[in-house]
């Protein structure tokens, strides 16, 4: 693990030493993003140790063949790739001729790395020797702008320390990049044209198969000691590259400033055709409002960001430091200004994974959203899934369902299924579950009924169909039985009647039957106009409320629990507790075999079902429940913990849920699974949130109003979070021993809190 390498601290993420073996996670924890791109933290200047250079464009993808050794019908064609796009931040930097390069240098010294959360900016500091032992100092801040989504503005600057320097920068676009993750290797980018126009560079290029077209583009500014130097450019153009060099003599302790403009622009927003003069707009307004006045703007677009989303903890600054570095990492990975992007499971920080969509979204980030943007934000996310309903109804058609029955994706870009493990692919269908709920939680929360007969309906009916086709009526057990099925716990493959998914199965034909009757009463051509578009017939509709009706739960009458799945027990069960330490994480030590064979359970499984239905269950069946299954379980999703620390919670074993939170919140930070390298869990940061308001505040809506059981970790002194419920923003500080609300945008609210009703006046 890299534990305690981040430095402490209330608003920023801080590296104070340069150690090579950080390097790649560094470039995982210190991205940036502004919703329509992300890029790594990669080094700006050349790097010739292990690094991992990414840049990512939302909705931009690839659909990369599939590839597994051994084919079944239904596969995907392909697993759709986060594509590695262009590089737009290099600056190739020449001291006296000599290349500068960190992990060449003789010395560096007062290396500090930070990420300015509240500001939304990425800055490095530090003095280095090279080899022909000139001193300089350096100072590297870069954003990418959040009022203006295509552009990325740079600040590099170097300041000699024992001697005058030759400063040579050489800032280019690239489009030779190649993705980490790939099948076989394919070349996902064709690059059609390299232009230099002036001061301003610009690489077309698009990606293959998708067609996806992009101009990459530059333009630099320079000064000396902050006076604006007009320079002239020795200009080159290759074939995948265009750069721009520009030297000059620097005095000693002389400060030399580069300021470089640079970004995207693609066909998501604009013509072909238009792209370059798209390109040209975006640097003529960079260069007119200047470095410092973009950034001016930047800190106020984060300022008004964080009035609404920001959650204060006093009295524990690790604390502290996790759930803002969550916040952060959400709000810069999905701004919810375009219907067209969701949220990847790494966001902008790596391509692991690949898709943009998994059920995360709907069981885990919805929440986060609704709750600290406005209501069409969250709307957005729900009205993506009905776009996808006829690529849902595809999947489900190749697995040999029939009559309008829909399979949502577990891996998509475009509702096109493409994960293709098969274990996944074909057994994780609880996604189906989180798509329904999604929707009921959005109409809990928000009140807005709207999206149910307007798109909701239409997906909830072809995911009823879907349970009711997929259910097999056991004569053994004289109930319906759901078979070979994966659970959120992935630690088990092709098991019978996992609990959660059947429970799921169950609750989404009730849901949807109980809509189904309010549009009848209620919206009666919307009814008609659905029932005609569904082909819902009375005999569907009379097998699924026999089906939702007499569903089987495996059940342990020795252990009062339902059991996970069938043979659960039948497994050899040792706790974790009892497992070696160095066996941690087992899924990088153990064969698949052993897993599977194990009773660890990855993620919340059982307890994810009551989780999202614990009104149906008393306090009672949760701690019998909770203290036999979370021995068992290893935690090695990052989607596990919040689960656990809301529940524990709930359970009031504060101490339990505060270590859970502090796993949620540090994941990334303390690199828990010893994979941030690869990128940060970005959809599980928003269980981090949860953890917050839904665990430590217990806040809940019950029949339209705002619940409240709050708690306090004995380690804090005092927390804050706000919510906007339903057009009104409540602030909720917490305390020991005291809990007070304010309130804005409107005079009055009635909260209720440990069960009893208090009014909140503006």
Not at 345 to 369: H, I
Not at 580 to 607: E, G, V
Request: proline letters at 3%; charged letters at 25%; glycine letters at 6%.
């Amino acid at each position: 693990m890299n534990r305690n390498y981040i430095t402490p601290d209330a608003w920023s993420i801080i590296e104070d030493k340069f150690e090579a073996d950080h390097v790649k996670s560094s470039e995982s924890l210190f991205s940036i993003g502004n919703g329509a791109m992300g890029q790594r933290a990669n080094f700006e200047e050349d790097y010739s140790g292990p690094s991992f250079q990414g840049s990512y464009i939302g909705g931009v993808y690839y659909p990369d063949k599939t590839r597994v050794g051994w084919w079944k019908n239904g596969y995907p064609e392909y697993f759709a790739k986060v594509l590695n796009a262009p590089n737009f931040i290099g600056i190739h930097i020449k001291i006296n001729d000599e290349v500068f390069d960190l992990h060449q240098c003789k010395e560096v010294k007062n290396f500090r790395r930070e990420l300015n959360m509240k500001e939304g900016w990425h800055k490095r500091t530090f003095i280095a020797k090279i080899q022909n032992d000139i001193e300089i100092k350096v100072e590297a801040l870069r954003f990418l702008s959040l009022d203006h989504e295509e552009l990325g503005a740079i600040q590099y600057q170097i300041t000699p320390l024992n001697s005058h320097a030759k400063i040579e920068y050489t800032p280019y676009i690239d489009s030779g990049i190649k993705n980490q993750d790939t099948n076989w290797d394919d070349k996902f980018w064709e690059t059609t044209d390299v232009e230099i126009d002036d001061e301003q560079a610009f690489i077309k290029s698009h990606t293959l198969k998708t067609e996806y077209k992009v101009c990459t583009f530059m333009q630099s500014q320079f000064l000396i000691d902050n006076e604006i130097v007009q320079l002239s450019a020795q200009s080159k153009k290759e074939d995948l590259k265009a750069s721009l060099a520009y030297s000059k003599e620097i005095k000693k302790d002389q400060t030399f400033t580069i300021h470089k403009f640079a970004g995207y622009t693609t066909s998501l927003n604009h013509q072909e055709n238009e792209l370059i003069p798209a390109a040209k707009s975006v640097l003529s307004k960079a260069v007119d409002l200047g470095f410092e006045e973009l950034l001016s703007k930047q800190k106020q677009a984060w300022a008004e960001i964080w009035r609404m989303s920001d959650i204060t903890i006093e009295g524990d600054v690790e604390a502290q430091q996790g759930i803002r570095f969550n916040i952060f990492q959400l709000n810069q990975t999905y701004s919810g200004k375009d219907a067209r992007l969701n949220i990847g499971p790494k966001g902008f920080t790596g391509e692991k994974y690949g898709g943009s969509t998994y059920w995360d979204t709907e069981a885990y980030c919805l929440p986060f959203y609704m709750a600290t943007k406005n209501q069409q934000v969250a709307k957005n996310l729900l009205i993506y899934r009905y776009r996808h309903l006829e690529k849902a109804i595809e999947n489900a058609e190749k697995l040999g369902f029939k009559n309008g029955a829909a399979l949502y994706p577990m891996v998509t870009m475009n509702g096109e299924e493409s994960h293709n493990e098969w274990e996944i692919t074909f057994e994780e269908i609880h996604r189906n579950g989180a798509i329904a709920y999604a929707i009921f939680n959005y109409h809990r929360y928000t009140g807005d009924y709207s999206y149910i007969p307007e798109m909701g309906m239409e997906v909830l009916i072809a995911i009823a169909k879907f349970w009711q086709q997929r259910a097999t009526f056991s004569t053994q057990k004289n109930k319906y039985v759901i078979l070979g099925v994966t659970g959120p716990n992935e630690y088990e493959n092709n098991v019978n009647n996992n609990f959660y998914t059947n429970y799921v199965a169950q609750w989404c034909i009730n849901y949807m039957l109980e809509n189904l009757e309010i549009l009848k009463t209620e919206h009666q051509q919307d009814y008609q106009r659905i029932i005609e578009k569904t082909n819902l017939t009375s005999d569907e509709i009379s097998e699924m409320r026999k089906v939702a009706a007499e569903m089987f739960f495996p059940y342990s009458e020795e252990h009062q629990v339902y059991l996970q799945q069938d043979g659960f027990l039948d497994k050899e069960m040792i706790k974790v507790d009892d497992l070696d330490s160095n066996q941690r994480p087992i899924n990088q030590y153990w064969s698949w075999d052993r897993i599977l064979r194990s009773p660890y359970i990855k993620q919340a499984d059982t307890l994810q079902g009551f989780y999202f239905f614990e009104d149906h269950f008393s306090r009672e069946e949760l701690e019998r429940h909770f203290d036999f299954y979370e021995p068992f379980t290893v935690h090695e999703s990052s989607l596990s913990p919040c689960v656990h620390s809301i529940q524990a919670a709930s359970l009031d074993r504060m101490e339990q849920a505060y270590e859970f939170y502090l796993r949620t919140s540090r994941l990334d930070l303390d690199d828990y699974n010893k994979e941030v390298e690869e990128g940060c869990h970005i959809t599980s940061m928003a269980g981090t949130w949860m953890s917050i308001v839904e665990g430590f505040g217990g806040m809940r809506v019950k029949n339209g109003d705002l619940h409240f059981a709050p708690k306090i970790p004995q380690q804090w002194t005092f927390y804050s979070f706000k919510v906007n419920f339903r057009g009104k923003i409540l602030t909720v500080n917490v305390e020991q021993n005291k809990v007070d609300f304010k309130l804005e945008g409107a005079s009055e609210m009635e909260v209720y809190v440990n069960g009893e009703k208090r009014q909140v006046l503006n």
